[in-house]
Each structure stands twice: as structure tokens, then as C-alpha cells.
């Protein structure tokens, strides 16, 4: 079984959802507390053991590139005046040079088109595909039990997790098989099953990992919903010939790519940071409580 080094990160999306916000700012930019969304798609998959990150951008994204690269004059200055936390925080989230590539998806054709883009930077090596506006909140990041999972099954993993059973019309949703190590057997995989025909509620939540076979198949994929070359089209014919096993995620990936994914997302990661919870909710906790809401919008 070959090891899994690189990561796939698809940055090229336009981010319609969150617009005006992201006319001229590249979604996975977007802060959650104090990092942008993208750190933690990266952070989640160093900790899975990555050793390579593949960027796969678009136009008006060069801030990301520019985000990942060093910027000596800040670091100049915060060593001058002594800024050691703020310094220490810019030296953690450097990764090693040679360690990070860039490619771009000229037109934004779909998410299986943009993996597609990452084929020769990937080459013939099994690789995990992380959607970097879904941030994964738990004690252990998603793509670390995914890859224990295929240290077990070796074939293809996706991670998933329980919706709302009457919400599967929004969602990827997979058959439940045979349970196999920590995961299940993946016996079917449907886009947007209305919830009286879905498999199953569980949904596929934006971690993969997957075959090089698959960008063959990307690569003669034809267009399917909303015109776009769809992953999923791409992972079906996969599995006609390749196991697919589902990592259940005990934690709980937040779609910050939607208004409402993020806003939960910064709350949750609020709550959870000992240094800033009670600066941001004591005083928000204290003005509800002297009954002091600011004026309802009009
Ligand atoms: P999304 O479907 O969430 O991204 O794709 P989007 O198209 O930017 O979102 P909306 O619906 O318009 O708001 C998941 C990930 O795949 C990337 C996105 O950048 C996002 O990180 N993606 C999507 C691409 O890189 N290229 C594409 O053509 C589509």
C-alpha cells in the first residue's frame, strides 16, 4: 500500500455563496477567530502526516500564494521590537520550503476539473483531497482518522457524517455496507437523494483520499450537474473497479463557505480558545444581561 504524502487544497471556487464578501477576497481567506479558513485545511493536514500541499488556484487568488510565502519586512520588524508571540505565530505557520506548489485551474469548471488541474503535480500516488471551506472542529482533525482508516483498507476513503435525515436533498450521501476497521464499506454514493430514496444520511463532509486512477477519469468526465465536471461523477466509475470505504467523523466540519457555517465556525472556535472566550463573551454575556441590544436592524 502506498503512503499518502500529498494534499490536494482546491482554492479556485468563486465563493458565490458569500457574496458581496467575497467579491474581491478569496473566500478561504475568510478569518475564523484569528486564522484565515485555508490555515486550517493546512494545519488538519500536517497533522494527518502530509508532507506536500498542492494548491490548485484561480485568478484573483494570489493572496493565498502570498499568504504561504515569507514576508521579511514583517518579520524584520516584529524581531526588532521585540514582538516574540506575534513572531512565533508567523514561524509556526511556515511550511518548509519546497513543501507547497501552486498550479491553476484557468476557469472554475467544477470541483472534479479543478482535482484534475493537481494530476502532474500529484503524479501516480494515492492523495487527500481536502475542500478547504468545510474547517473540521474536534478533538482530532478529520483527515487524521481518514488516513488511520486506509491504513486499514488501503482503496479509497471518504470521510462522512450524520445530517438531518430530511436534509440529504442538500448533500452527497453514501450507502452504508459492512463495517470495516474504524469505517464502513461505501455502497453507493448519490448527489442530492430526496430523503425518501436516500441510502443513508450520511453525507460526505469535504475529506478525501483517493487513487491517481481517479485522474483518468476526471480527465474524460463529462460535464453532469450545473455543467461543471463533478468529483463525484469521476469517484462513481471508481468504484467500479476500486473498494471506497467511509471514515465516520466524530467532530464536526463547519461549511464556512455558507454565511451560517461561518458564523457558527467562529463561535465554536471562540468557545474553545481559553485565551480569548471570556474576553468576547463575558462583555457580550454582561450588555444581554443589563438588557443593552444594540437597535434592531431595519
Ligand atoms: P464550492 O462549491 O464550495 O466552492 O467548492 P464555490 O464554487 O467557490 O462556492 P459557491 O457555491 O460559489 O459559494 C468547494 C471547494 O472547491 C473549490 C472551491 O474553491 C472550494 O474550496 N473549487 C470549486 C475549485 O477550486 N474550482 C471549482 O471550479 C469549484
Known amino acids: 500500500m502506498k503512503r499518502v504524502r500529498k494534499a490536494v487544497i482546491p482554492v479556485a471556487g468563486l465563493g ?55 514576508q521579511p519586512e514583517l518579520l524584520d520588524t516584529l524581531t526588532q521590537s521585540g514582538k516574540r508571540e506575534q513572531l512565533a505565530s508567523l514561524q509556526k505557520m511556515q511550511l518548509p520550503a519546497g ?57 479509497n476513503v471518504i470521510a462522512v457524517e450524520q445530517c438531518d435525515p430530511t436534509e440529504t436533498n442538500k448533500y452527497g450521501i453514501v450507502g452504508k455496507g459492512q463495517d470495516v476497521g474504524t469505517g464502513f464499506a461505501v455502497t453507493e454514493m448519490v448527489e442530492k437523494p430526496a430523503p425518501a430514496v436516500a441510502p443513508s444520511n450520511y453525507y460526505i463532509n469535504g475529506r478525501y483520499i483517493l487513487q491517481p486512477e481517479v485522474f483518468e477519469l476526471l480527465g474524460t468526465q463529462e460535464r453532469g450537474a450545473g455543467n461543471e465536471i463533478q468529483l463525484t461523477d469521476a469517484m462513481k ?62
Not at 137 to 154: I, N, S, V
Not at 273 to 289: H, S, W
Open 99 to 155: 513543501a507547497v506548489s501552486f498550479t491553476r485551474q484557468q476557469a472554475p469548471h467544477g470541483l472534479g476539473h479543478a482535482v484534475w488541474c493537481a494530476r502532474d503535480l500529484v503524479g501516480d500516488e494515492p492523495f487527500a483531497l481536502l475542500l478547504p471551506d468545510m474547517v473540521s472542529f474536534g478533538k482530532r482533525g478529520c483527515l487524521a482518522g481518514a488516513m488511520e482508516l486506509y491504513g486499514q483498507t488501503g482503496g
Open 16 to 70: 458565490t455563496r458569500f457574496l458581496p464578501a467575497t467579491k474581491a477576497m478569496p473566500k478561504e481567506m475568510l478569518t475564523v477567530v484569528d486564522r484565515p479558513v485555508v490555515q486550517y485545511a493546512v494545519d488538519e493536514a500536517l497533522e494527518a502526516g502530509i508532507e506536500h500541499i498542492v494548491f490548485v488556484t484561480g485568478r484573483n487568488k494570489h493572496v493565498i500564494e502570498d499568504y504561504f510565502d515569507i
Open 237 to 298: 466509475r471508481l468504484a467500479g473497479s476500486q473498494p471506497f470505504h467511509a471514515h465516520s467523523f466524530d467532530g464536526r466540519m463547519f461549511d464556512c463557505g455558507s454565511k451560517e457555517g461561518f458564523i457558527q465556525a467562529n463561535v465554536a472556535f471562540a468557545l474553545g480558545r481559553a485565551d480569548i472566550r471570556d474576553l468576547v463573551f463575558g462583555p457580550i454575556a454582561e450588555m444581554i444581561a443589563a438588557e443593552e441590544r444594540p437597535a434592531e436592524a431595519a
